[in-house]
């Protein structure tokens, strides 16, 4: 497994980025780095910490968070929808992104809330009207997203902002994997310890050079933009009380607990 780069809170409550590595024994730990994911200095600040002392937190920060929709073979044909001709792009707010751990909360009126497991393209260099064999310069590396989906405000409204946009739907993490081919990798999704969803980025419509090349050509990536590609086949529903783990081959899993958001709670019989 090639270099993980996570951004953690510390005992001592500082927040910093850190080389996720495992000693002889298997043991994961957390190696403070003299920088930040962006600007690439990697090397070593300080000790090995214990990863079970530390508090993962979003790796990312970023300004937008573009999806791609029906970017699956199987997925289009799991929602009866056809191939599309191009790149089914739609935004998410930043203020919808959280870390690994975090709750996702179910909004009053959601009567379906779903997983989508997704690779996610975290951008390293800023990006406009770049070219396909050059997308991946301007890629840093690659985490774990769950694009989160009311499915029934997406299908009265017909357009995502309100479905995918509330906050806690964007969880990201655990880490970003910084050497990394992401042409065949598993994407996988469970709930409560049971498979969801299982598909590989090989059965993607549009890789990730044409998705990052094709953005670019819409509106300006900043580092630390976020694109999330696309899900397989098997999203479903989620319901207070369950938590759902997302994996990607070769980065790792993210698990998020699903609660009720309080004014729902205030709102049940």
Known sequence: MGRRIAR?????????????SED???????????????????DPAG????????????????TKVVGIGTNYRAHAVEMGRPIPPVPKMFLMPAT??????????IPPGASRVDHEAELAVVIG??????????????????????????????????VFARAKGFDTF?????????????????????VDGKLRQEGRTSDLIFDLPTLVSFVSHVMTLLPGDV????TPSGVGPLRAGQVVRVEVEGIGAMENPVVDREDRLEALP
């Open 8 to 20: 953690a809170r510390l005992g001592s409550g500082q927040v910093g980025f850190g080389l996720v």
């Open 96 to 105: 919808a992104v959280v870390g690994p751990g975090d709750a996702i909360a």
């Open 227 to 230: 694109i999330a590609t696309g």
């Open 170 to 190: 964007c969880p990201l993490g655990p880490w970003v994997a910084v050497d990394l081919d992401p042409s065949d990798l598993g994407v996988r999704a469970l």
């Open 47 to 62: 000790p090995p910490v214990p990863l079970t002392e530390v508090e993962l937190l979003c790796p990312v920060t970023p």
């Open 24 to 42: 002889a024994s298997g043991a994961a730990h957390f190696v403070p780095i003299v920088g930040s994911l962006l600007d690439g200095r990697w």
């Open 125 to 158: 260099r800023r990006a406009s009207r770049v070219a396909v064999s050059e997308a991946l310069d301007h890629v840093v590396g690659f985490t774990v997203a769950n694009d989160v989906t009311a499915r029934d405000f997406q299908k009265a409204d017909k």
